[in-house]
Protein backbone atom coordinates (compact mmCIF):
# COMPACT_ATOMS: atom_id res chain seq x y z
CA UNK A 1 0.00 0.00 0.00
CA UNK A 2 1.54 3.30 -0.92
CA UNK A 3 2.08 5.96 1.94
CA UNK A 4 1.06 8.75 -0.18
CA UNK A 5 -2.85 9.41 0.53
CA UNK A 6 -5.22 9.79 -2.39
CA UNK A 7 -5.50 13.68 -3.54
CA UNK A 8 -8.89 15.18 -3.47
CA UNK A 9 -9.21 17.21 -6.79
CA UNK A 10 -10.55 20.80 -5.92
CA UNK A 11 -11.09 22.60 -9.18
CA UNK A 12 -12.05 26.22 -8.32
CA UNK A 13 -10.47 26.87 -4.35
CA UNK A 14 -12.31 29.39 -2.46
CA UNK A 15 -10.69 33.11 -2.77
CA UNK A 16 -11.11 33.33 1.37
CA UNK A 17 -8.70 30.23 1.36
CA UNK A 18 -6.36 31.30 -1.28
CA UNK A 19 -5.70 34.63 0.27
CA UNK A 20 -5.14 33.12 3.70
CA UNK A 21 -2.33 31.00 2.45
CA UNK A 22 -1.08 33.39 -0.01
CA UNK A 23 2.81 33.20 1.47
CA UNK A 24 5.45 36.18 1.38
CA UNK A 25 7.54 33.11 -0.78
CA UNK A 26 4.87 34.16 -4.08
CA UNK A 27 6.93 36.93 -4.23
CA UNK A 28 9.59 34.68 -5.91
CA UNK A 29 7.41 34.82 -8.79
CA UNK A 30 7.84 38.73 -9.11
CA UNK A 31 11.68 38.15 -8.81
CA UNK A 32 11.78 35.47 -11.28
CA UNK A 33 9.65 37.89 -14.00
CA UNK A 34 11.95 40.88 -13.13
CA UNK A 35 15.12 39.10 -13.38
CA UNK A 36 13.83 37.92 -16.95
CA UNK A 37 12.98 41.78 -18.55
CA UNK A 38 16.40 42.91 -16.51
CA UNK A 39 18.46 40.39 -18.83
CA UNK A 40 17.01 40.97 -21.86
CA UNK A 41 17.49 44.74 -21.30
CA UNK A 42 21.09 44.01 -20.62
CA UNK A 43 21.71 41.09 -23.72
CA UNK A 44 24.81 40.90 -24.52
CA UNK A 45 23.82 40.97 -28.75
CA UNK A 46 22.40 44.50 -29.89
CA UNK A 47 20.37 45.29 -26.29
CA UNK A 48 19.16 48.35 -27.87
CA UNK A 49 17.29 46.19 -30.76
CA UNK A 50 13.66 47.51 -30.94
CA UNK A 51 12.40 43.34 -30.54
CA UNK A 52 14.71 43.35 -26.95
CA UNK A 53 13.21 46.44 -25.61
CA UNK A 54 9.69 45.45 -26.60
CA UNK A 55 10.26 42.19 -24.87
CA UNK A 56 11.51 43.77 -21.51
CA UNK A 57 8.59 46.32 -21.35
CA UNK A 58 6.06 43.39 -21.73
CA UNK A 59 7.70 41.47 -19.06
CA UNK A 60 8.06 44.88 -16.76
CA UNK A 61 4.35 45.55 -17.42
CA UNK A 62 3.66 41.62 -16.17
CA UNK A 63 5.76 41.84 -13.23
CA UNK A 64 4.42 45.13 -12.14
CA UNK A 65 1.08 44.08 -12.64
CA UNK A 66 2.43 40.45 -10.70
CA UNK A 67 3.78 43.18 -7.90
CA UNK A 68 0.45 45.18 -7.59
CA UNK A 69 -2.01 42.22 -7.42
CA UNK A 70 0.33 39.80 -4.60
CA UNK A 71 0.91 43.44 -2.75
CA UNK A 72 -2.74 43.93 -2.63
CA UNK A 73 -3.06 39.96 -1.66
CA UNK A 74 -1.27 40.30 1.11
CA UNK A 75 -2.55 43.00 2.96
CA UNK A 76 -5.82 41.23 2.25
CA UNK A 77 -4.02 38.34 3.94
CA UNK A 78 -2.76 40.10 7.39
CA UNK A 79 -6.05 42.18 7.47
CA UNK A 80 -8.80 39.26 7.53
CA UNK A 81 -6.36 37.29 9.64
CA UNK A 82 -4.32 39.14 11.50
CA UNK A 83 -3.07 35.63 13.88
CA UNK A 84 -1.09 34.81 10.79
CA UNK A 85 1.53 37.64 10.66
CA UNK A 86 2.53 36.49 14.21
CA UNK A 87 2.65 32.29 13.56
CA UNK A 88 4.23 33.04 10.07
CA UNK A 89 7.26 35.67 11.35
CA UNK A 90 7.78 32.96 14.70
CA UNK A 91 8.00 30.21 11.91
CA UNK A 92 11.94 28.87 11.02
CA UNK A 93 11.37 28.58 7.55
CA UNK A 94 8.72 30.37 6.28
CA UNK A 95 9.02 33.56 8.24
CA UNK A 96 12.74 33.91 5.63
CA UNK A 97 10.67 34.29 2.33
CA UNK A 98 9.50 37.86 4.10
CA UNK A 99 12.81 39.01 2.29
CA UNK A 100 11.68 38.14 -1.45
CA UNK A 101 9.31 41.40 -0.96
CA UNK A 102 11.98 44.16 -1.23
CA UNK A 103 13.86 41.84 -3.82
CA UNK A 104 10.85 41.80 -6.06
CA UNK A 105 10.36 45.57 -5.92
CA UNK A 106 14.28 45.93 -6.62
CA UNK A 107 13.75 44.14 -9.77
CA UNK A 108 10.91 46.57 -11.00
CA UNK A 109 13.51 49.74 -9.92
CA UNK A 110 15.99 48.36 -12.03
CA UNK A 111 13.44 48.03 -14.89
CA UNK A 112 12.67 51.73 -14.52
CA UNK A 113 16.09 52.64 -14.63
CA UNK A 114 17.21 50.48 -17.70
CA UNK A 115 14.61 50.36 -19.92
CA UNK A 116 12.10 53.50 -19.01
CA UNK A 117 14.51 56.19 -18.06
CA UNK A 118 17.70 54.64 -19.98
CA UNK A 119 15.63 53.48 -23.29
CA UNK A 120 12.74 54.96 -23.17
CA UNK A 121 13.47 58.41 -21.93
CA UNK A 122 10.45 58.34 -20.14
CA UNK A 123 10.33 61.22 -17.20
CA UNK A 124 13.27 62.45 -17.14
CA UNK A 125 14.86 63.76 -14.06
CA UNK A 126 11.24 63.96 -12.33
CA UNK A 127 10.68 60.26 -12.84
CA UNK A 128 14.53 59.49 -12.26
CA UNK A 129 14.34 60.94 -8.84
CA UNK A 130 11.06 59.66 -8.01
CA UNK A 131 12.78 56.08 -8.89
CA UNK A 132 15.47 57.38 -6.19
CA UNK A 133 12.54 58.19 -3.89
CA UNK A 134 11.07 54.62 -3.76
CA UNK A 135 15.12 52.69 -3.79
CA UNK A 136 15.98 54.46 -0.28
CA UNK A 137 11.90 53.63 0.95
CA UNK A 138 13.56 49.72 -0.25
CA UNK A 139 16.78 49.92 1.04
CA UNK A 140 14.48 50.82 4.36
CA UNK A 141 12.82 47.52 4.05
CA UNK A 142 15.49 45.86 3.36
CA UNK A 143 17.63 46.52 6.37
CA UNK A 144 14.28 45.90 8.46
CA UNK A 145 14.18 42.06 6.98
CA UNK A 146 17.64 41.91 7.30
CA UNK A 147 18.03 43.30 11.31
CA UNK A 148 14.38 42.14 11.79
CA UNK A 149 15.08 38.27 10.81
CA UNK A 150 18.50 38.20 12.63
CA UNK A 151 16.36 39.16 15.92
CA UNK A 152 13.60 37.44 15.72
CA UNK A 153 15.97 34.03 14.70
CA UNK A 154 18.36 34.55 17.49
CA UNK A 155 15.43 34.98 19.88
CA UNK A 156 11.85 33.74 19.11
CA UNK A 157 12.65 30.98 16.84
CA UNK A 158 14.01 27.07 17.06
CA UNK A 159 16.30 25.67 14.77
CA UNK A 160 17.96 22.85 14.15
CA UNK A 161 21.48 22.28 12.11
CA UNK A 162 20.48 19.14 10.80
CA UNK A 163 17.21 20.31 9.29
CA UNK A 164 19.25 24.07 8.27
CA UNK A 165 18.67 25.27 4.83
CA UNK A 166 20.18 27.60 2.65
CA UNK A 167 17.04 29.63 3.04
CA UNK A 168 19.34 31.05 6.11
CA UNK A 169 20.82 33.21 3.98
CA UNK A 170 17.72 34.73 2.94
CA UNK A 171 16.92 37.85 5.05
CA UNK A 172 20.57 39.10 4.42
CA UNK A 173 20.20 39.01 0.34
CA UNK A 174 18.03 41.99 0.14
CA UNK A 175 20.55 44.63 1.05
CA UNK A 176 23.00 43.17 -1.74
CA UNK A 177 20.02 43.05 -4.06
CA UNK A 178 18.78 46.75 -3.04
CA UNK A 179 22.39 47.74 -3.08
CA UNK A 180 23.17 46.33 -6.85
CA UNK A 181 19.83 48.68 -7.30
CA UNK A 182 21.33 51.67 -6.12
CA UNK A 183 24.53 51.35 -8.59
CA UNK A 184 22.04 51.40 -11.41
CA UNK A 185 20.78 54.90 -9.53
CA UNK A 186 24.10 55.81 -9.23
CA UNK A 187 25.25 55.63 -12.90
CA UNK A 188 21.61 57.14 -14.16
CA UNK A 189 21.93 60.09 -11.20
CA UNK A 190 25.51 61.28 -12.50
CA UNK A 191 24.27 63.62 -15.35
CA UNK A 192 22.05 65.05 -13.12
CA UNK A 193 24.09 65.11 -9.67
CA UNK A 194 27.20 63.35 -8.76
CA UNK A 195 26.86 64.61 -5.40
CA UNK A 196 23.66 62.54 -4.82
CA UNK A 197 25.29 60.13 -7.38
CA UNK A 198 28.16 59.98 -4.69
CA UNK A 199 25.83 59.89 -2.02
CA UNK A 200 23.97 56.53 -3.72
CA UNK A 201 27.12 54.59 -4.46
CA UNK A 202 28.58 55.38 -1.21
CA UNK A 203 25.59 53.80 0.36
CA UNK A 204 25.80 51.08 -1.91
CA UNK A 205 29.24 50.02 -0.28
CA UNK A 206 28.07 49.57 3.33
CA UNK A 207 24.70 47.67 1.80
CA UNK A 208 26.74 45.45 0.03
CA UNK A 209 29.19 44.91 3.05
CA UNK A 210 26.80 44.00 4.93
CA UNK A 211 24.92 41.60 2.83
CA UNK A 212 27.81 40.02 1.61
CA UNK A 213 29.68 39.23 5.00
CA UNK A 214 26.22 37.59 6.54
CA UNK A 215 25.51 35.59 3.24
CA UNK A 216 29.16 34.47 3.59
CA UNK A 217 28.98 33.24 7.47
CA UNK A 218 25.17 31.64 6.53
CA UNK A 219 26.87 29.76 3.74
CA UNK A 220 29.88 28.62 5.94
CA UNK A 221 27.24 26.95 8.18
CA UNK A 222 25.32 25.75 5.20
CA UNK A 223 27.87 23.63 3.65
CA UNK A 224 29.23 22.29 7.23
CA UNK A 225 26.01 20.99 7.40
CA UNK A 226 26.02 19.33 3.81
CA UNK A 227 29.08 18.18 4.83
CA UNK A 228 27.71 16.40 7.82
CA UNK A 229 24.13 14.94 6.72
CA UNK A 230 24.21 15.30 2.69
CA UNK A 231 22.30 17.03 0.01
CA UNK A 232 18.39 18.43 1.41
CA UNK A 233 15.77 15.39 0.58
CA UNK A 234 12.78 15.85 -2.08
CA UNK A 235 11.87 18.84 -3.20
CA UNK A 236 14.26 20.52 -0.50
CA UNK A 237 16.89 20.25 -2.69
CA UNK A 238 15.29 23.25 -5.23
CA UNK A 239 16.42 25.64 -2.48
CA UNK A 240 20.68 24.34 -2.90
CA UNK A 241 20.62 26.83 -6.01
CA UNK A 242 19.55 29.96 -3.78
CA UNK A 243 22.99 30.67 -3.08
CA UNK A 244 24.09 31.71 -6.28
CA UNK A 245 21.70 34.55 -6.22
CA UNK A 246 23.60 35.39 -3.17
CA UNK A 247 26.99 35.13 -4.72
CA UNK A 248 26.06 36.51 -8.20
CA UNK A 249 24.14 39.23 -6.74
CA UNK A 250 27.09 40.53 -4.71
CA UNK A 251 29.48 40.50 -7.95
CA UNK A 252 26.72 42.55 -9.84
CA UNK A 253 27.17 45.26 -7.07
CA UNK A 254 30.47 45.39 -6.59
CA UNK A 255 31.35 46.03 -10.16
CA UNK A 256 28.61 48.55 -10.21
CA UNK A 257 30.92 50.32 -7.42
CA UNK A 258 33.81 50.23 -8.83
CA UNK A 259 32.47 51.41 -11.94
CA UNK A 260 30.40 54.36 -10.26
CA UNK A 261 33.22 55.40 -8.31
CA UNK A 262 35.59 55.31 -11.56
CA UNK A 263 32.87 57.53 -12.85
CA UNK A 264 33.22 60.33 -9.58
CA UNK A 265 36.31 60.01 -8.45
CA UNK A 266 38.00 62.77 -8.06
CA UNK A 267 35.47 65.15 -6.79
CA UNK A 268 35.59 68.68 -7.48
CA UNK A 269 36.43 71.15 -4.77
CA UNK A 270 37.96 68.24 -2.70
CA UNK A 271 41.89 68.70 -3.76
CA UNK A 272 42.29 68.66 0.24
CA UNK A 273 41.16 65.39 0.98
CA UNK A 274 43.34 62.50 -0.13
CA UNK A 275 40.79 60.35 -0.59
CA UNK A 276 38.23 62.47 -2.99
CA UNK A 277 40.40 64.37 -4.49
CA UNK A 278 42.52 61.56 -5.86
CA UNK A 279 41.93 60.61 -9.69
CA UNK A 280 43.69 57.48 -8.92
CA UNK A 281 41.90 56.21 -5.94
CA UNK A 282 39.12 55.72 -8.21
CA UNK A 283 40.82 53.61 -11.07
CA UNK A 284 42.34 51.59 -8.15
CA UNK A 285 38.68 51.29 -6.80
CA UNK A 286 38.01 50.30 -10.37
CA UNK A 287 40.21 47.32 -10.51
CA UNK A 288 39.87 45.86 -7.25
CA UNK A 289 36.45 45.83 -7.70
CA UNK A 290 36.24 44.20 -11.07
CA UNK A 291 38.57 41.72 -9.65
CA UNK A 292 36.31 40.92 -6.75
CA UNK A 293 33.66 40.18 -8.93
CA UNK A 294 35.44 37.71 -10.96
CA UNK A 295 36.28 36.09 -7.82
CA UNK A 296 32.25 35.83 -7.13
CA UNK A 297 31.84 34.38 -10.36
CA UNK A 298 34.29 32.01 -10.00
CA UNK A 299 32.35 31.11 -6.37
CA UNK A 300 28.88 31.17 -8.01
CA UNK A 301 30.32 29.17 -10.91
CA UNK A 302 31.31 26.43 -7.85
CA UNK A 303 28.13 26.38 -6.24
CA UNK A 304 25.77 26.00 -9.50
CA UNK A 305 27.82 23.16 -10.75
CA UNK A 306 27.49 21.37 -6.97
CA UNK A 307 23.68 22.31 -6.77
CA UNK A 308 22.89 20.86 -10.13
CA UNK A 309 24.82 17.79 -9.30
CA UNK A 310 22.82 17.59 -5.94
CA UNK A 311 19.42 17.59 -8.16
CA UNK A 312 20.17 15.33 -10.62
CA UNK A 313 21.25 13.18 -7.88
CA UNK A 314 17.63 13.52 -6.39
CA UNK A 315 15.47 13.43 -9.29
CA UNK A 316 17.25 10.24 -10.26
CA UNK A 317 16.57 8.97 -6.52
CA UNK A 318 12.72 9.82 -6.74
CA UNK A 319 10.10 12.20 -8.13
CA UNK A 320 9.87 15.71 -7.52
CA UNK A 321 6.74 17.27 -7.39
CA UNK A 322 6.07 20.66 -8.85
CA UNK A 323 5.55 23.42 -5.96
CA UNK A 324 6.06 26.76 -5.80
CA UNK A 325 9.73 26.61 -4.55
CA UNK A 326 10.23 26.43 -8.13
CA UNK A 327 10.47 30.15 -9.14
CA UNK A 328 13.38 30.90 -6.63
CA UNK A 329 15.09 28.86 -9.44
CA UNK A 330 14.58 31.86 -12.08
CA UNK A 331 16.23 34.73 -10.21
CA UNK A 332 19.77 32.50 -9.12
CA UNK A 333 19.87 31.66 -12.92
CA UNK A 334 19.27 35.45 -14.23
CA UNK A 335 21.68 37.47 -11.45
CA UNK A 336 24.31 34.59 -12.51
CA UNK A 337 23.96 35.37 -16.39
CA UNK A 338 23.46 39.03 -15.52
CA UNK A 339 26.91 38.72 -13.97
CA UNK A 340 28.64 37.06 -16.60
CA UNK A 341 27.52 40.09 -19.40
CA UNK A 342 28.48 42.37 -16.84
CA UNK A 343 32.27 40.73 -16.86
CA UNK A 344 31.94 40.45 -20.94
CA UNK A 345 31.38 44.01 -20.87
CA UNK A 346 34.82 45.00 -18.63
CA UNK A 347 36.91 41.93 -20.12
CA UNK A 348 35.47 41.91 -23.33
CA UNK A 349 36.23 38.49 -24.03
CA UNK A 350 34.04 36.41 -26.07
CA UNK A 351 33.25 33.79 -23.86
CA UNK A 352 31.33 35.83 -21.38
CA UNK A 353 29.60 37.00 -24.05
CA UNK A 354 28.36 33.62 -25.61
CA UNK A 355 27.91 31.98 -21.91
CA UNK A 356 25.94 35.15 -21.06
CA UNK A 357 23.53 35.21 -23.40
CA UNK A 358 23.32 31.20 -23.63
CA UNK A 359 22.45 31.72 -19.99
CA UNK A 360 20.18 34.38 -20.26
CA UNK A 361 18.23 32.22 -23.07
CA UNK A 362 17.94 29.20 -20.21
CA UNK A 363 16.88 31.50 -18.14
CA UNK A 364 13.55 32.61 -20.36
CA UNK A 365 13.27 28.99 -21.17
CA UNK A 366 12.78 28.22 -17.68
CA UNK A 367 10.70 30.81 -16.58
CA UNK A 368 8.39 29.47 -19.38
CA UNK A 369 8.36 26.09 -18.15
CA UNK A 370 7.54 27.25 -14.30
CA UNK A 371 4.73 29.47 -15.98
CA UNK A 372 2.68 27.17 -17.50
CA UNK A 373 3.09 24.49 -14.48
CA UNK A 374 1.88 27.14 -12.49
CA UNK A 375 -0.91 28.35 -14.61
CA UNK A 376 -2.06 24.48 -14.91
CA UNK A 377 -1.55 23.75 -11.23
CA UNK A 378 -3.38 27.38 -9.84
CA UNK A 379 -6.89 25.75 -10.16
CA UNK A 380 -6.53 22.82 -8.22
CA UNK A 381 -5.33 24.83 -5.25
CA UNK A 382 -2.52 22.85 -4.40
CA UNK A 383 0.32 25.91 -5.26
CA UNK A 384 -1.88 27.75 -1.83
CA UNK A 385 -0.51 25.30 0.98
CA UNK A 386 -0.74 26.48 4.54
CA UNK A 387 2.88 27.99 5.40
CA UNK A 388 2.69 26.73 8.82
CA UNK A 389 0.60 23.98 10.31
CA UNK A 390 -1.23 26.29 12.97
CA UNK A 391 -2.88 28.37 10.81
CA UNK A 392 -5.08 25.31 10.28
CA UNK A 393 -6.87 26.40 13.63
CA UNK A 394 -7.60 29.90 12.48
CA UNK A 395 -10.42 29.17 10.11
CA UNK A 396 -11.59 25.86 8.88
CA UNK A 397 -9.58 24.57 5.88
CA UNK A 398 -10.77 22.69 3.17
CA UNK A 399 -9.29 19.08 2.75
CA UNK A 400 -6.88 18.36 0.15
CA UNK A 401 -6.17 14.77 1.04
CA UNK A 402 -8.72 12.19 2.36
CA UNK A 403 -6.75 11.17 5.39
CA UNK A 404 -7.31 14.57 6.27
CA UNK A 405 -10.61 14.49 6.16
CA UNK A 406 -9.98 10.96 8.40
CA UNK A 407 -8.06 12.66 10.63
CA UNK A 408 -11.00 15.54 11.58
CA UNK A 409 -13.77 12.87 11.79
CA UNK A 410 -11.20 11.24 14.55
CA UNK A 411 -10.95 14.22 16.03
CA UNK A 412 -14.92 15.07 15.92
CA UNK A 413 -15.67 11.43 17.66
CA UNK A 414 -12.72 11.61 20.43
CA UNK A 415 -14.29 15.22 21.55
CA UNK A 416 -18.18 13.71 21.78
CA UNK A 417 -16.49 10.35 23.90
CA UNK A 418 -14.85 12.74 25.92
CA UNK A 419 -18.19 14.69 26.31
CA UNK A 420 -20.14 11.86 27.15
CA UNK A 421 -17.65 10.99 30.09
CA UNK A 422 -17.85 14.04 31.53
CA UNK A 423 -21.51 14.11 31.61
CA UNK A 424 -21.61 10.63 33.21
CA UNK A 425 -19.21 11.91 35.70
CA UNK A 426 -21.89 14.80 36.76
CA UNK A 427 -24.70 11.99 36.49
CA UNK A 428 -26.51 13.51 33.20
CA UNK A 429 -29.20 11.74 31.91
CA UNK A 430 -28.78 13.79 28.28
CA UNK A 431 -25.19 11.85 28.20
CA UNK A 432 -26.22 9.68 25.05
CA UNK A 433 -27.76 12.63 23.31
CA UNK A 434 -24.15 13.72 22.32
CA UNK A 435 -23.28 10.65 20.60
CA UNK A 436 -27.14 10.19 18.92
CA UNK A 437 -27.02 13.47 17.12
Same mark, same amino acid.
Given at each position: MSGTPAPIRISKPSLRYAIRN????? +????MGTGIVSNLFTN???????? @????? /?? #????? &??? #????????SIARYLLFPNIW? #? =?????????????????????? &?ACVNLLHAQYGFGGK??????????????? *????????? *?? #? =??????????? =??????? @? +?????? *??? /?????????????????????? +???????????????? =? /???????? +????????AVISTILPVAAFSQA????? /???? &?????? $?????????FLGSGEVGEIIYAVCVGLSFVLWAMTTLWLVCSLLWIQAEVRRTRIPFRLPFWSTIFPMGVYATQTINLYRNFDVGFFRVYGAILATLTLV????????????????????? @?????????? $???FWKRDVDHEAAKDESRDSEEVEKRHSRGDDSATMVLQD
Open positions: FTPAW +FSVVFPYDRSAV @PFKTF /SA #IFFFL &NLT #IFILFTITS #I =MIHHPVHSLYVATFPMGAATLI &NGFLYTIWGFWWLDVA *ISCICCWGM *IH #I =MTTSQEHSFET =MGSTLAL @P +FVPVTV *ISS /SGGTLATALQPFSPGHALLTAT +FTVFLTSIGLSLTLMA =M /SVYLVRLI +FYGQPKGGGVSIL /SIGQ &NFQALL $PVAGKSGSPLWLYVAAKTVAQLRTGFLFES @PCPEIVDIIQ $PRF
